[in-house]
T-cell receptor, first 115, second 116 residues
Framework: AQSVAQPEDQVNVAEGNPLTVKCTYSVSGNPYLFWYVQYPNRGLQFLLKYITGDNLVKGSYGFEAEFNKSQTSFHLKKPSALVSDSALYFCAVRGATDSWGKLQFGAGTQVVVTP | NAGVTQTPKFQVLKTGQSMTLQCAQDMNHEYMSWYRQDPGMGLRLIHYSVGAGITDQGEVPNGYNVSRSTTEDFPLRLLSAAPSQTSVYFC???????????????FGEGSRLTVL
């Protein structure tokens, strides 16, 4: 069975500092990995994905994520955080051969960026 | 394009009442799904559909029914609401498997349901 772990309920960072949001996963076979962001009272917005190829994936709003197969991780990063990055971030995974409907989400990590 | 549209945005029900959450998408996506979001639990899949006339259960299907008579619409029905169904519900859609599609979901804005 596939699963996703986001070990931190909340990440606090000062504006201008690097931001990292952690995600580890478990799937059978090759993973399809996604990051989404949710602003208050809004739906989830797609940030980036890893399917195959380069382990460093670049996405929207200056975010990037690094796929590490040996550590089964897909951490989200931003070199310099902004106050406007404060939001709830979700990691999601699907195995390449899994049912298309079975996208598994983590519990989410609240990011708080202080001025 | 409007994307994924959910109605209503807010609803209060009494225990035992029934209601339908509406979801429509205008992107010609074959795949549609319903999730519920609860604090500390992320998003959990309720039901999904890979095309008109085809539906399947997700992780937490009990107490919910769905149907998919058209590509555009995927309503979620609560037959007899219970307080445990108090949650925020999200509808999502994507292109189906194949053709190089990778299945990232497009989400609606959510429907907040309270069952008293």
């Amino acid at each position: 069975a596939q699963s996703v772990a986001q070990p931190e309920d909340q990440v606090n960072v000062a504006e201008g500092n690097p931001l990292t949001v952690k995600c580890t996963y478990s799937v059978s076979g090759n993973p399809y990995l996604f990051w989404y962001v949710q602003y208050p009272n809004r739906g989830l917005q797609f940030l980036l994905k890893y399917i195959t190829g380069d382990n460093l994936v670049k996405g929207s709003y200056g975010f990037e994520a690094e796929f590490n197969k040996s550590q089964t991780s897909f951490h989200l990063k931003k070199p310099s955080a902004l106050v406007s990055d404060s939001a709830l971030y979700f990691c999601a995974v699907r195995g390449a051969t899994d049912s298309w409907g079975k996208l598994q989400f983590g519990a989410g990590t609240q990011v708080v960026v202080t001025p | 394009n409007a994307g994924v549209t959910q109605t209503p945005k807010f609803q209060v029900l009494k225990t035992g009442q029934s209601m339908t959450l509406q979801c429509a998408q205008d992107m010609n996506h074959e795949y549609m799904s319903w999730y519920r979001q609860d604090p500390g639990m992320g998003l959990r899949l309720i039901h999904y559909s890979v095309g008109a006339g085809i539906t399947d259960q997700g992780e937490v299907p009990n107490g919910y029914n769905v149907s998919r008579s058209t590509t555009e619409d995927f309503p979620l029905r609560l037959l007899s609401a219970a307080p445990s169904q108090t949650s925020v519900y999200f509808c999502a859609s994507s292109y189906s498997r194949g053709g190089g599609n990778t299945g990232e979901l497009f989400f609606g804005e959510g429907s907040r349901l309270t069952v008293l």
